[in-house]
């Protein structure tokens, strides 16, 4: 299997593996949430690559349905718009968290209350 990158093929071995970092962009200038900057010498032997943001209603729909419910698309853009509401007009504080990781926990809670 081959892959293409900048415009060059590369062989790809079927049992290798590519190490992926991600980090916060705080995190590769300065200290954020604990973690301490990746140091220089690991940085150079490193790639970077852009990110982009990953559509939160698809992965919504995915997780409503992964929970057994059967209007998995309509839920799911109401989840979204709600979302989207709360993070802007609710407190954007540092400790509040709007994001994937609030959506995924309250989708497995909603799952769990659909099958009591």
């Known amino acids: 299997t081959t892959f293409t990158l900048d415009g060059s093929q590369h062989a790809l071995h079927p049992e290798g593996s590519v190490p992926a970092f991600t980090m916060s962009p705080a995190g590769?200038?300065?200290?954020?949430?604990g973690r301490s900057p990746l140091p220089e010498s690991l940085r150079a032997l490193l790639?970077?690559?852009?990110?982009?943001?990953?559509?939160?209603?698809?992965?919504?729909?995915?997780?409503?349905?992964?929970?057994?419910?059967?209007?998995?698309?309509?839920?799911?853009?109401?989840?979204?718009?709600?979302?989207?509401?709360?993070?802007?007009?609710?407190?954007?504080?540092?400790?509040y968290e709007w994001g994937l990781r609030s959506v995924r926990s309250a989708l497995e809670h909603a799952g769990r209350a659909r099958l009591a």
């Open 28 to 33: 590769l200038v300065a200290p954020a949430g």
């Open 47 to 95: 790639r970077p690559a852009a990110m982009m943001a990953p559509d939160l209603g698809v992965i919504i729909e995915a997780m409503l349905v992964a929970e057994g419910f059967v209007r998995a698309r309509e839920l799911a853009a109401k989840v979204r718009r709600f979302y989207e509401l709360i993070g802007t007009l609710l407190s954007q504080q540092p400790q």
